[in-house]
């Protein structure tokens, strides 16, 4: 007789964005009229740039024709695409990245959902507190996480590390030794970013205890300040402790074209097996690659017009942010993030409950933000917004929102 | 201190096809002037149809402007793809299966590999011998699969259901009762075939011991024979046993495009909890769909025009299949499959070795093939051919063979 995986009934209600879209769309339902503005799940809304629209037309018209049709990727994903990255991405800012330590995929989601796979089930992880539901879901789903209480809303074997308005929102040093830290900047969801100074004390850390660090970098586009580091191998040490993902969703608006890489340096061994070869391994056994058109398209991101473009589409969106954030400081809630992210993290008024003020602004002001409490215990009373919308939604929210 | 995923280290050797593909390449980079033909690896040469070309150009081009721009797909993918399953896959063979049963993947290879991680360690697998080895590989990654035993080539807790000429390379019902089913027809690696009749009795038997039936019919576009079905749901009572796992890559040239998806019945149930729920689960959380463009693709290879040239595609490849399959027996080797597979399944001369009969191939006629015993046991002395590649290279191949 077949045994289901327990540890999927141990996953509290479903996906955090899922229902918020349920919410949304019940609420749309019952109120046709009424224009609902989302400033909530962190989809992109400005159309893929022309660069990358003329490779896709190119890419396609050569899958049209037998002498330039494409079939099986490499495993690892086309080395024009692998070596623009190790280029642009890592060379330019004096980082070498080799290119059998680059693993194209289809999103920086199903990496990091993906990556536990190569760890032992017996590793301790530490998260930041709120943090991206993923990283806590994938552990739950592998029996990582121990026991939930209810009471707490946190897991008996998990070690959370909170980013509160006490610390700015940056994550200490834990006191219990981890064995794997999720670590994501600019962060998502509280659009806090960390120093190259700050991040290098994170590796010092992690070589000292031998853990490894799941540095998530989805959104190192967006960082507009010198000191914030893109990779975290501009830190001394890293290449020892630390894989880093990295996604074109939200530098070249693909979140409907899927693309993503991971880096796994090869000095990363434990016990002399190199967790390079492992995740060579499962790419080759569970994964056949992202589509040819699409590693194409992800190339013309690195063309000298893609770069203009998708820098364009950037500051578009950062300007939303500064929007968002000037607009909510002048009616006098409490805000942070927005300046090296796309993400501002909004204290609800008067100590409401995220979920009460979700519904209040999805009710009253027709705009749809995403419930702080659904990124962790610490995220409660709060509430995150993107600034993914285009500029005028984004305007017209923050007017509904004074007269909230 | 972290430690990695112990079950990796049991896997032996690496994923078949890179070394096969290995092999090739330092042939071919050490004897410049051959021209090597490639009946090895399932991977297709003929290119995109005009229909999914033309789907793929529209929907870049909606991709372009802010109004039809697609972001994040839903959590299941677009209802219009999986209305056109149901439909055409479905329902015209007189199956119900209802939208929210079906789920839009990259592939079935990232399918198969991953549909293990919904049930529990705990589970008993029955393969085939030989099999498609990520069924095996995917397992071993899990824990599931016990030790490995150099001296047979199998695995302590794996139930191995042997498909070799004395039963026609049809698997028989296995002594041990099993908790989870591999099944694959049309077959790879063998090429054979199962009649509704036959496949009916693998159902009855599922239901009866409470196992479930992972069936891939990733080749079912090849059936020719009326007797064969196309789904297993043809079948009664398969909705209480079986997930199905589709794939476009060979139905539609797709293996570069990548597109997939897998059936789960909401009546398939185990004690109260359905897979179906499950699945859901797994694609909300640790995957975010396949690219818009490539959504719209697969629509296409549903529409009249679509569903001609790719049935002209299939028949190309099965006039290939034929080729080799009266070539080789009119040279007196002994053969099967190719008559509802793209396969075929060759026995070597003289009991050669599955390896040494590659090297002489690769070697002396400069042909590809696979060897046999790279899917398993039972496949030692055998080699697969397939009928992917052009006319012109499949009928050189075969006269090259014909002088060896």
Known sequence: MFKVNENYLKLQGSYLFSNVGKKVHTYQAENPDKKVIS?????????????????????????????????????????????????HDYGKRGVEIALDEIFISDGAKSDSGNIGEIFSVDNKIAVCDPVYPVYVDSNIMAGRTGEYDALTGKWSN?????????????????????????????????????????????????????AVIIYDAAYEAYISQQECPHTIYECEGAKTCAIELRSFSKKAGFTGTRLGFTVIPKELVSDGVMLNQLWA???????????????????????????????????????????????????????????NAPYIWLATPNGMKSWDFFDELLTKANVVGTPGSGFGPSGEGYMRLTAFGTYENTVEALERIKNL
Chains 1, 2 share one sequence.
């Open 158 to 210: 998990v070690i959370y590390m909170p980013c509160t308005k006490e610390n700015d929102f940056a994550p200490q040093l834990p006191k219990e030794t981890p064995d794997i830290i999720y670590l994501c900047f600019p962060n998502n969801p509280t659009g806090s970013a960390v120093t190259r100074d700050e991040l290098q004390k994170w590796v010092d850390y992690a070589n000292q205890v031998k």
């Open 39 to 87: 400033l909530g799940i962190g989809d992109v809304t400005q159309p893929l740039v022309p660069s990358v629209i003329e490779a896709i037309h190119k890419a396609t018209e050569e899958m049209a024709v037998k002498e330039t049709f494409h079939g099986y990727s490499p495993d690892l994903g086309y080395e024009f695409l692998r070596s623009a990255i190790a280029k």
């Open 281 to 339: 391994r499962r790419h080759g056994t569970k994964y056949n690659g992202a589509p040819y058109i699409i590693q194409r398209a992800g190339e013309a991101v690195y063309s000298e017009a893609g770069q203009k473009e998708t820098k364009a589409q950037i500051a578009y969106y950062m300007n939303n942010a500064r929007v968002i954030r000037e607009g909510l400081k002048s009616y006098g809630y409490s805000v942070s993030g927005g300046v």
